[in-house]
Nanobody
Framework: QVQLVESGGGLVQAGGSLRLSCAAS????????MGWFRQAPEKEREFVAA????????YYADSVKGRFTISRDNAKNTVYLQMNSLKPEDTAVYYC?????????????????WGQGTQVTVSS
């Protein structure tokens, strides 16, 4: 089990940037693949990006490719989501999640641990 706490959300104008962080508790962070998901009002939670255990492999939703970058620092038990060229449609609550396996990282069901979320609002 790992506890996750997101930070870094806020209000930004379209075209701007934000970096989200997700700090994990425990000593086994490197044993988890990590993902970012988001949920806008009245919409289902959707996959954003994922990174494998040591950061070798990454996977992105088509909607964020070329704009968002996921990375991790296992020494700091932290995963990051750098978001550039933000659009109003990126507005959502962003969640990080941890998975014990790297199989289908785009599926929420693969993840056992979730953070509480951080709000990102992009104004036009």
């Amino acid at each position: 089990q790992v506890q996750l706490v997101e930070s870094g959300g806020g209000l930004v104008q379209a075209g701007g940037s934000l970096r989200l962080s997700c700090a994990a508790s425990g000593r086994t962070f490197s044993r988890y693949a990590m993902g970012w998901f988001r949920q806008a009002p009245e919409k289902e939670r959707e996959f954003v990006a994922a990174v494998s255990f040591k950061g070798v492999n990454t996977y992105y939703a088509d909607s964020v490719k070329g704009r968002f970058t996921i990375s991790r620092d296992n020494a700091k038990n932290t995963v990051y989501l750098q978001m550039n060229s933000l659009k109003p449609e990126d507005t959502a609550v962003y969640y990080c999640a941890a998975a014990a396996a790297w199989r289908r990282p785009w599926l929420p069901g693969e993840y056992d641990n979730w953070g509480q979320g951080t709000q990102v609002t992009v104004s036009s």
